[in-house]
Nanobody, 120 residues
Framework: QLVESGGGLVQPGGSLRLSCAAS????????IGWFRQVPGKEREGVAC???????TDYTSSVKGRFTISNTNANTVTLEMNSLRPEDTAVYYC????????????????WGQGTQVTVSS
């Protein structure tokens, strides 16, 4: 199970830290991803981290502004700086389960999401 927290309203240029708390599985064996979705648009992958070796990856629009990391307490955080109005979305975390040819990486254990709103 994954539970997100930390969303809220922030002004452009501000910062937020999202947390994804994991339970019920061996945390260190999995890659965790952060995604976001705006109503009417497809879900977008934002960042991911391998809890086994620490490898991270980011979508180009957040590189240099967002940082994904994990803690010893089975939690993945997403530090978001220099936020822009276009970062407004519901943010979700999920656990990577594998790869399907033609579809890409697959995920499960989606959290309920946390709303991030960037507005003045």
């Amino acid at each position: 199970q994954l539970v997100e927290s930390g969303g809220g309203l922030v002004q452009p240029g501000g910062s937020l830290r999202l947390s994804c708390a994991a339970s019920g599985f061996t945390f260190d064996r999995y890659t965790i991803g952060w995604f976001r979705q705006v109503p009417g648009k497809e879900r977008e992958g934002v960042a991911c981290i391998s809890n086994s070796d620490g490898y991270t990856d980011y979508t180009s629009s957040v590189k240099g502004r967002f940082t994904i990391s994990n803690t010893n307490a089975n939690t993945v955080t997403l530090e978001m700086n220099s936020l822009r109005p276009e970062d407004t979305a519901v943010y979700y975390c999920a656990r990577r389960t594998g790869y399907v040819s033609g579809r890409g990486w697959t995920y499960d254990s989606w959290g309920q999401g946390t709303q991030v709103t960037v507005s003045s």
